[in-house]
């Protein structure tokens, strides 16, 4: 990863400024930095981030994007994944993804479950490429991102045990 200039990390509540900024430019409706404390303090969550490089060469990195999911028995359930817009469509996602797919496999998760609107285009096209498929469909799941209205979630799933 360091060749392209960017490199992994594990997320704490130190990083909860740049979390939050970070939050507030990829969501219409952010986490609080109440919500992120207690994903951090929760048992069964792991937390990483991609920090970026301010230049080639340099060693300024900063936080460009992160993954928050949980693994519970042989499930990992995906809470979140943000990159910051201006460095999208750069496969950083792609390489977060796989980072916390591989360290769920290792904390024993044989599957990979998420919730995300169905008008969240460009996350489903992200997630049915990385092999995820959907099971499910809870109605009027979320608040709406702009008007009052609600809006359905699609529950995707990606068996964590082929391609093995
Ligand atoms: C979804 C998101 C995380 C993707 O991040 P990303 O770093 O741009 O994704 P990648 O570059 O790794 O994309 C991998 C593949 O996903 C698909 N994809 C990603 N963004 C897409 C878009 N806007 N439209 C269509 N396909 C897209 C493409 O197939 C892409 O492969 P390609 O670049 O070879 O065509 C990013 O758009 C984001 O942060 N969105 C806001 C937050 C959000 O909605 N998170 C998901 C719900 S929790």
Request: with cysteine; hydrophobic share 45%; glycine share 8%.
């Amino acid at each position: 990863m360091t060749e392209k200039g960017l490199r992994l990390k594990h997320i704490t509540a130190a990083d909860m400024d740049d979390l939050l900024a970070l939050e507030h430019l990829c969501f219409s409706r952010p986490w609080t930095a109440a919500s992120f404390l207690a994903e951090l303090l929760a048992e069964t969550a792991c937390h990483l981030g991609i920090e970026k490089n301010t230049e080639p060469a340099g060693e300024n990195f900063f936080l460009t994007a992160y993954l928050f999911f949980r693994v519970i028995a042989d499930e990992m359930q995906i809470m979140k994944i943000a990159v910051r817009p201006a460095h999208r469509g750069q496969g950083i996602a792609s390489l977060l993804l796989g980072a916390g797919i591989q360290q769920a496999r290792q904390a024993g998760a044989a599957a990979s479950f998420l919730e995300v609107r169905s008008s969240n285009t460009a996350a489903l096209a992200f997630y049915t490429g990385q092999g995820f498929r959907q099971i499910g469909i809870r109605k009027d799941y979320y608040p709406g991102s702009k008007s009052a209205e609600r809006e359905d979630a699609l529950l995707l799933m990606k068996n964590l045990k082929e391609g093995l």
